[in-house]
């Protein structure tokens, strides 16, 4: 299920994307800087390197292709010795039988037959005897259980490499999801979620096919190649020569496409993260697209993007597919020489026919791997652009590191002390700058002022999204650094004003806040914070089922059920960020009545446009551009006559008394400049 996405307010360049000289869409209409890839080999060679835990498999894999190779490179050869016999068996029954090879030969030099004298005295024949098909027999048999065997063991490499490439692929997704939780929010907070979406799905997934296919595909190849060659040398090292031409011009045309191929290959990958990443946008917000009738300019979007990706994707796959061809086209070239040198050399006796066969059937499968390579390139280029892009992630500046040197009891007082905090996101555009104030043990602090003020920063501050640039912020007495993330966010409940369900069942998603709840106490939770009122008239209760995009519950229901999921984690600090802002005046009864539930005996930290529902908070906190300007109870506010008098006029002081101005009441679509929509991000 998608959730719905807010832009940053300032998207930064990535680390990774610096140093670029391209550019792609950034998804916001404006063009964001990205890096061309990398030298293939360094690429190449850290993707090879995922397979280094694998190396008693990868040498069983070896050992099994060489051995196939090794049989089915002399196979040929001994399949040659077959035509041997049958040549000289139809050869010699024409002959007087009684002579010998010695007396024919001479006997048609006598004759002026020199040329065909010169053929037979490179054969080995018995005048009169004919085809041995004992001898053809076992030379056959060989050579069918030599490529039995060979195949044999083509299939033995396979099954052990397919099983260690799926580890590693296993391994590397693991590392890439214990990557992504240790990023700092704000690296999401500066990249397209499709990106990261298509960087973590299709990239990991190309590695795999690379490594399945590309990897054995050319390791074979390179030894056939190897084996062919010396064999052919073995044959006829004047006709090697020949075939050998072929090799350095296949490289230098593999070499230059190649290289056009791998930037191709990178931009292909690139524009489908962009593509992606509009279609993940366009489909999560598709109501909001229909609302302000933007559909047009969404498929308009769409149809660029998707016509960059065609372009690149055509250039990569056009480029890298003239390998094949231009190497196929050499590769005929070299066999035309070696058929007519071939000819000319067994005409003169210099070489058997079957000699001659069987260096034709090696240049034929000389040229069969070059081609296999030429086809893997594709591939290959594929899943290094991929490896690359994967690699990017995977070396992403993580969090501070844990340095976690106290602890806290299981149940806390909640006691918040910021003391001189200072934060911004941007070190030119200052936001939060020291600000100090108490939140005491039980109280509710309600914190208000216009969009953009830090309201929901400094909540992610508590909870350590982001880290401080100065001062600290402490919970009963311990400063938060010293604690881990996992311990502090342990103490906190939060609920957003974007609800987020799971799909699961109801009942699933309020265990979520504690996963070792009980049923029982999932109902206690249920019945405390309403839930329990609309869930019993559902046809399967508790065990109703959220569709993927939660529309079989109201969003009132929705939030009643986030509420329930804080309650149920019995948190000694709770955030409640704008939780009835999308609710309906009924409904916003109910979940008022919740949350009062939820922050019984608990401090409270309440981010609220609507003022009237923070009414009887005991501290109330107006935040202006990252200060604090004032501070107190309901009633001191007001009587003082500043700013949280004004906020409190503008909302129940218009045309129609008591009702919202537009915009005073409701969160802006984006935080704007210094203040990204981290907090919905739990």
């Known amino acids: 299920m998608a959730r719905k996405k807010e832009r940053p307010a300032d998207t930064v360049a990535a680390p990774e994307e610096e140093l670029g000289d391209m550019s792609i869409d950034d998804g916001w209409g404006g063009q964001q800087s990205v890096r061309k890839a990398k030298n293939f080999w360094p690429s190449a060679k850290r993707l090879l390197g995922l397979l280094a835990p694998e190396k008693a498999g990868i040498a069983v894999v070896l050992f099994f292709v060489t051995i196939s190779v090794v049989l089915t490179v002399i196979a040929p050869k001994v399949l040659g010795q077959g035509m041997d016999i049958i040549f000289s068996g139809v050869v010699g029954k024409d002959m007087p039988a009684g002579m010998s090879q010695e007396q024919v030969v001479e006997g048609l030099r006598a004759q002026g037959q020199n040329d065909l004298a010169d053929m037979i005295s490179g054969m080995q024949l018995v005048p009169g005897a004919g085809i041995d098909f004992v001898a053809l027999g076992r030379i056959i048999m060989i050579v069918l259980a030599m490529y039995f065997v060979a195949s044999l063991f083509m299939w033995a490499q396979g099954y052990v490499l397919n099983r260690l490439v799926m580890r590693v692929v296993y391994t590397l997704r693991k590392d890439v999801e214990d990557k992504l939780n240790r990023l700092p929010l704000n690296y999401f907070d500066t990249r397209q979620r499709g990106d990261l979406l298509s960087r973590v799905t299709n990239d990991v997934d190309n590695i795999q096919n690379a490594l399945q296919q590309a990897f054995a595909q050319l390791v074979q190849s390179v030894l056939q190649v190897v084996g062919i060659v010396i064999m052919m040398f073995i044959v006829s090292w004047q006709m090697a020569l020949i075939a050998l031409i072929a090799l350095p011009l296949s490289g230098v045309a593999a070499g230059v496409i190649g290289a056009r191929a791998q930037g191709l290959f990178k931009e292909q990958w690139k524009s489908t993260g962009s593509l992606n990443g509009q279609i993940e946008e366009s489909f999560s917000g598709h109501e909001l697209v229909k609302v302000f009738g933007r559909e047009a300019e969404s498929l308009e979007r769409f149809e660029e993007r998707n016509e960059s990706l065609y372009k690149s ?272 005046t009924r409904t916003e009864v109910l979940v008022q009545h919740a949350m009062a539930a939820l922050r019984t005996d608990r401090t409270s930290f309440v981010i609220a446009h609507r003022l009237s529902t923070i009414r009887d908070a005991d501290t109330i906190l107006v935040m202006e551009s990252g200060r604090i300007v004032e501070q107190g109870n309901h009633a001191q506010l007001l009587a003082a006559g500043g700013a949280y008098y004004r906020l409190y006029m503008s909302q129940f002081a218009g045309p129609a008394h008591g009702e919202t101005e537009p915009g005073a009441g409701e969160e802006g679509a984006g935080e704007p400049a210094g203040e990204p929509a981290g907090g919905q991000r739990s």
């Open 313 to 584: 994707s055509f250039g990569a796959q056009f480029v890298s597919g003239m390998i094949f061809p231009v190497m196929q086209f050499v590769s005929y070239l070299s066999y035309v020489g070696i058929a007519v040198v071939g000819g000319l050399r067994v005409a003169s006796g210099q070489m058997s026919l079957g000699d001659a066969t069987a260096f034709i059937q090696y240049s034929r499968e000389f040229t069969q791997p070059l081609g296999q390579m030429a086809g893997m390139a594709n591939m290959l280029q594929s899943g290094v652009a991929s490896a690359e892009r994967t690699f990017e992630l995977l070396d992403a500046e993580e969090q501070d590191a844990e340095t976690a040197t106290r602890h806290l009891p299981e149940r806390t007082d909640g006691h918040v002390e910021f003391r001189d905090v200072t934060f911004s996101y941007d070190a030119a555009k200052p936001l939060i700058e020291d600000l100090s104030f108490d939140a005491h043990p039980g109280h509710t602090v309600a914190i208000v002022g216009p969009t953009g003020a830090g309201k929901t920063t400094l909540v992610n501050l508590v909870m350590r999204f982001y880290e401080l640039d100065g001062g600290s912020i402490a919970l009963d007495g311990v400063d938060i650094t010293e604690l881990s993330r996992a311990e502090l966010r342990s103490k906190v409940g939060m609920v957003l004003q974007d609800a987020w369900l799971f799909n699961g069942t109801i009942m699933e998603n309020i265990r979520y806040g504690r996963l070792d709840a009980t049923d029982e106490e999932v109902l206690a939770a249920a019945k405390a914070t309403y839930v329990d009122r609309f869930v019993r008239a559902l046809p399967e209760g508790y065990q109703t089922v959220i569709d993927e995009d939660a529309t079989n519950v109201s969003a009132g229901e929705k939030q009643l059920i986030t509420i329930a999921r804080a309650f149920i984690a019995n948190p000694s600090l709770l955030i409640l960020d704008e939780a009835t802002s999308s609710v309906d």
